[in-house]
């Protein structure tokens, strides 16, 4: 009754029941599970504080990677911001949810604990954009945690109608995949409409297609981490945009089967194999070599 596969009937799903994105993908996942709602309710509220503890884990105790590549990041933000947010050029809802993002990137960059949503090396976009939203709008958890659903609903159909691996489609499919989510997610829980909600993915991800996945190393930290970061504040902007009454031209459905067309049309070296991009830059190059990282060119 509740089953979607495409933004499109999600969206219609919401309007027939009159209700909300979050509502309809925990109605789905009742139905699939056989969990009770209350269940499925816990269990994301779970998923919440394992986003909170990561980012707070970053903000509290910071810790270099055994590469050396990351670590010192969320820790520079942090003094910059207790000491000088005067000077900020963005808002400090989106610096927060850089700061916020870049922390949970640097967690899973340490071994620490995450939620991979959707992926780990896109960790931090959601729960930087979400959390930092909540401290600025002082939303309840439970609008959080709808906002999470929502997120999901976006999240099911890319994986349905594309890809969220960065092997399979590059960094579009990951970091692009969580800023459509993040800014589904947060125009719910602005109080905006399910076709806002749809408007603010489809503006997200139209801004990042063709990303390519080129870690250095073939780990997960650059430029994933950073990245991230500056991702949360893409998906802030997306929410701005549908919340003001914008609309993409091109419905969400669409930009998903743009961004799997274009993930098989990018070069393997592009997706996440670190035979492309800025993996083989002069510096990571060196880096890579310096590490003992032998990677192996199979194309």
């Known amino acids: 009754m509740y089953d979607f596969t495409t933004c499109e009937k999600l969206l219609k799903l919401a309007q027939k029941h009159d209700t909300s994105l979050s509502e309809i993908v925990i109605r789905y996942e009742c139905a699939i ?61 989106s610096y927060k949810a850089m700061m916020y993002a870049i ?4 967690t899973n960059a340490s071994m620490g604990c995450i939620v991979a949503f959707p992926t780990a090396g896109a960790s931090g976009v959601i729960p930087g954009a979400f959390f930092a ?21 976006i999240g099911l159909t890319i994986a349905e109608n594309a890809t969220l691996a960065g092997s399979k489609g590059g960094c579009q499919a990951e970091i692009g995949s969580a800023v459509a989510m ?52 893409f998906a802030i902007s997306a929410s701005d945009l549908a919340m003001s009454g914008v609309e993409s031209f091109i419905p969400i459905d669409e930009v998903i089967d743009a961004m799997g067309k274009i993930g098989r049309l990018l070069s393997p070296k592009l ?29």
Request: with cysteine.
């Open 33 to 93: 599970s056989d969990n009770s709602r209350n269940k499925i309710i816990d269990e994301m509220k779970n998923r919440a504080k394992v986003m909170k503890n990561a980012i707070n884990k970053s903000m509290k105790d910071p810790e270099i990677s055994v590469s050396g590549m990351t670590g010192e990041s969320t820790k520079r933000m942090k003094k910059f911001f207790s000491r000088k947010k005067k000077n900020l050029l963005l808002s400090e809802v």
């Open 103 to 106: 922390a949970t990137g640097e």
């Open 133 to 153: 939203t909540q401290e600025k709008l002082k939303c309840s958890d439970k609008k959080l945690i709808e906002a999470m659903f929502t997120a999901s609903g």
């Open 182 to 233: 993040a800014a589904a997610g947060l125009t719910e829980m602005r109080g905006g409409t399910p076709e806002q909600c749809m408007h603010a993915a489809a503006l997200g991800l139209k801004n990042l297609l063709g990303l390519t996945c080129d870690p250095v190393g073939g780990m997960v930290e650059v430029p994933c981490v950073k990245r991230g970061g500056l991702a949360a504040t």
């Open 271 to 299: 997706r996440e194999t670190a035979l492309g991009g800025l993996a083989v830059s002069k510096t990571a190059m060196k880096t890579t070599k310096k590490l003992g990282i032998k990677i192996v060119n199979n194309f």
